[in-house]
């Protein structure tokens, strides 16, 4: 990781390159609560990136104003170089940002290959008459659809799920499916909400090598936040720390861990949850 200018660190390898990701004092208020305040972020073109921080702290609210879910009350988001200011969730879809959600998102009663060919929405173009008739090209659209969709899933190695309701499938496997869809619109970042929850050893083992595996093929940042501390420390080249909707630090994995602002606000909590557990 090395510095730039605007005081944010990045990866050497993408030192040449416009940043993917860029926030500017970003905050969000509802009512008298502010929720976040002063996020400022700068992410490399292909980084994984970390965003932790102690329940409640904010992150969830973060992602949701990356996807403009919440429109912010003060700051800028940057996303390849373009502002997402006054945009719509979808349009900021559209301009190159996917996410997963902490609570997995499926169509359940679809096939596994159905819910990978939703998230090719952004690149399928196909006109209503088309859709209705399945004539003026409708075959061989259907058909790249289908052919890409299966290339995902077996960057997944779950090409021979395709037809399985996606809803039957091992708790592991529907977020490996949730990922997959989310690469398939296209994008140049995608955000994962807590990827590794609800998941073993072995398949946290296996979430941490396709996300190398993401990042070195489709040559895309990966931002993520996550509780597992061993899953981030291991895997993420820029870390930010979220507490009371503020960064109180950012930086390389050894940073972070001797910071003793975070040091604080992980044991400072544990050790109010004993103290309230005794009284």
Known sequence: MVPVPSNAIIPERDIDKTPILETHHLGIDFGGLTAVDEFS?????????GLIGPNGAGKTTVFNLLTNVYQPT???????????ARKTAAQVSRMGIARTFQNIRLFSEMSVIDNVKV????SINQSLAASITHLFGYGKSEKKSRDEALELLDFFNMAD????QAGSLPYGEQ???EIARALATHPCIILLDEPAA??????????MENIRRIRDNFHIAVMLIEHDMNLVMNICEGICVLDHGKVIAKGSPEEIKSNPAVI??????KKEAAEDAEG
């Open 41 to 49: 972020l700068t992410v490399g073109r292909t980084e994984i990136a």
């Open 74 to 84: 003060r700051g800028d988001i940057i996303l390849d170089g373009r502002t997402t």
């Open 119 to 122: 998230g090719l929405h952004n």
């Open 161 to 164: 799920l395709a037809e399985h």
């Open 175 to 177: 977020r490996r499916l």
């Open 198 to 207: 609800g998941m073993n050893p072995s398949e946290t083992t296996e979430l």
């Open 264 to 269: 604080e606000a992980y044991l400072g909590r």
